[in-house]
């Protein structure tokens, strides 16, 4: 907000406020000008959004509006609202998201859904294997009080920020922390009746074409899956899934969009899983693979 700073005086009301951020975030091609605007402003005063609408006529007072001109000026360099924020919305509930978590996207709810529906409402063990903020695993929780779920991550930091979110929603209690890379930190006989992972798939950040605000915020760990097609991390999951999913269990996985067919392939070359399925998301692009461990693989028996 910059452009602001010489302009913005007593007679600044949130409306005006408003009307010239939506305006400056729709010339800079900031994805909904006008939504982004409110968010952060709502924010600088310290209120809900609708009372931006039942106080247009409020005036900002001068650390507010220096709140807000410094929000402008973060979210013009690219850096996601999220991030801005503090937080990001999943399955209806906030979640706390720093630089050391991906920010959830709707797109995941779909692994979530596929993996509720296929469980049912029966008593299960589920773990979520690269939690970040916890929004899969706290989500999965929260919707089966009968479940117990572990959520793994590498990164202590992403794993601080989890333990928050599921602190905040009401399901510390059951579901645990474990530092792991991968699955590596597991026994053989810690039997899971589903394994669920939004592992990394991108298959190069600099020339996949992501927005600057996923390739220059986003962990970069979090998003690169390795290999060719970006399969790599996904790979080494399935071939450590053994270690701890039960014959009969469920191994969940998001993808990106192309990628389902050559991970139903990896799975059925595996020769441990039937029931191979893929599910679109909203925007019908095949976003889940989702398969039943109906034998253990001859090469891990």
Known sequence: MTEAVAVVDDAWTVGRVLLWTAERFGRAGVDAPRLTAELLLARALGCERIALYTGFDRVPTGDER????????RRLAHEPTAYILGEREFWSRPFEVTRDTLIPRPETETLV????????????????VGTGSGAIAVTLAAERRAWRVVASDIERGALRVAMRNAARHG????????????????????????????????????TAGLAPEVRDFEPRRALVGGGPDGLDVIRGLIAEVWRVL???????????????????GILSRSGGFCDVEAVGDFAGIERVVIARACATPLRQQ
Not at 66 to 73: E, K, S
Not at 113 to 128: H, T
Not at 247 to 263: I, N, S
């Open 66 to 73: 220096a709140t807000m001109r410094g929000f402008v000026d």
């Open 113 to 128: 859904e596929a993996v509720l529906a296929r469980l049912g409402n029966e008593r299960a063990r589920v773990i979520d």
């Open 171 to 206: 399901v510390g209690e059951r579901v645990m922390f474990i530092e792991s890379d991968l699955l590596t930190a597991f026994r053989h006989d810690a039997l899971f009746d589903a394994v669920v992972s939004n592992a990394p798939y991108v298959i190069d950040v600099e």
């Open 246 to 264: 039960r014959p009969g269990g469920v191994l969940a996985l998001e993808v990106g969009a192309g990628q389902a067919v050559g991970v139903s």
